[in-house]
Structures are given as C-alpha cells and as structure tokens.
C-alpha cells in the first residue's frame, strides 16, 4: 500500500533509537519532528500539530504515559498517539490506554506493522469509524 505522507513527532529516550525510527519514517515520505524528553515532546505536539506521534514511555523528566496525558488535555483527539515500549503484557496495554494512548506497540517493532498503524490512525475518518486494530 502507498504510503501518504503524514506529520509525525517521533520521541524516543535513546538517540541511536530515536535516528534509526526517523530515518525510517523519512523514508517513507512523512514530515518528522524528533524530541529526545517528554517535556519536548509536549511543546513540539502542541506548536507543530502533528497527525500522530510516537512516544517512548520511558522519556526524561516527563515518561510517555505523563506526556500522552497532557497531549490529551491540550490537544484531545487531534492528535493520535502511540505509546513505544518494551513491555506488552495486557497491565502494560491498559496502562497506555488510560494515559490516552490510542495504540501500544512493543519494540522492536516490526516496520510493516508501523506503517500499518500510521496508515490506520491517521485516516480522515472520524475516531469511532476507524476499524478496530488487530491485537499482536
């Protein structure tokens, strides 16, 4: 499937990580905005208004989960975000469900299925009509 070239916020704790996903996400033709704290990563969101951004739950001074929250309160449901992680037990899933998150995926993650979920996330579609995401 071709891509559609998105506005993405990419925040990642660990700098080799974080120039790996967004060499990757360039690539493929989208717009990437890089924040290397979670306090960054609310300021970016919230002046460059990005389709959807990646968030590493264990940032600086502000994890993911506190980030994501505040995206919400800020931004509410213009922004998709999905939480990078390397825990996937179900406690871990619901614990990004609460913060806001509206996906969880666990790295390494598989570059198809990011795509996937950038793709799915970010149509034009209204929230409550997205099709449902397969659980991994």
Do not use: C, N
Not at 35 to 50: C, M
Not at 94 to 110: I, Q
Request: proline share 9%; charged share 30%; glycine share 8%.
């Amino acid at each position: 499937m071709e891509e559609i070239p998105r506005r993405l916020a990419g925040a990642l704790a660990k700098p080799r990580y974080r120039q790996t996903l967004i060499l990757m996400l360039r690539l493929l033709g989208h717009d990437v905005l890089e924040a290397a704290s979670g306090s960054d990563a609310v300021d970016l969101a919230v002046r460059q208004a990005p389709d959807l951004a990646l968030l590493d739950v264990g940032l600086p001074d502000l994890d993911g989960y506190e980030v994501a929250r505040r995206l919400r309160e800020r931004l509410g449901d213009r922004i998709r975000l999905v939480a990078l992680t390397g825990y996937g037990q179900p406690t871990d899933r619901a614990r990004s469900e609460e913060a806001g998150f509206d996906e969880h995926l666990v790295k390494p993650m598989d570059p198809s299925k990011l795509g996937e979920v950038i793709r799915r996330l970010t149509t034009p579609w209204p929230p409550e009509k997205l099709p449902a995401a397969p659980r991994s």
